[in-house]
């Protein structure tokens, strides 16, 4: 099965015919430069857009947890693409994500003591 055409793979197959040419190209230091260039574009590239897609899951993240995390919804505050919430003082938007969790576990490890039986002397 081929893959399908691509220009990075037809520059790859020219770059392969004119390195693999038993006589020395002409152009050979131009056309390696060229193609050092356009690798690192690709580079650039799929650099961004993995961080674009990484973006994209954390803010969908935040939003379900903002939505979801268990305070009464009248508490949470969305206006102008905000996500507060003012039971737990969390803000989805610019708390980082390791902050959201620990407060997530002060609140759990209170919770378990709520509901944990005392222990009797």
């Given at each position: 099965?081929?893959?399908?055409?691509s220009?990075?793979?037809a520059?790859?197959?020219r770059?392969e015919?004119?390195?693999?040419?038993?006589?020395p190209?002409p152009?050979?230091?131009?056309?390696?430069d060229?193609l050092?260039?356009f690798?690192?574009e690709?580079?650039?590239r799929?650099e961004?857009r993995v961080?674009?897609?990484?973006l994209?899951?954390?803010?969908t993240?935040?939003q379900?947890?903002?939505v979801r995390h268990?305070?009464p919804?009248?508490d949470?505050?969305?206006?102008?693409g905000?996500?507060q919430c003012s039971?737990?003082?969390?803000d989805?938007?610019?708390d980082s994500?390791?902050?959201?969790l620990d407060?997530?576990?002060v609140?759990?490890?209170?919770?378990l003591?709520e509901?944990?039986?005392?222990?009797?002397?």
């Open positions: 099965m081929t893959e399908p055409w220009l990075e793979s520059a790859h197959e770059a015919a004119l390195w693999s040419s038993p006589l190209h152009w050979r230091p131009y056309i390696e060229i050092v260039e690798g690192r690709v580079q650039a799929t961004e961080r674009a897609e990484t994209a899951d954390e803010t993240w935040r379900l947890m903002w268990g305070c919804i009248a949470l505050y969305g206006d102008d905000e996500m039971c737990c003082h969390i989805f938007k610019r994500v390791q902050a959201i407060v997530f576990a609140q759990g490890r209170a919770a003591r509901i944990a039986p005392k222990e009797q002397p």
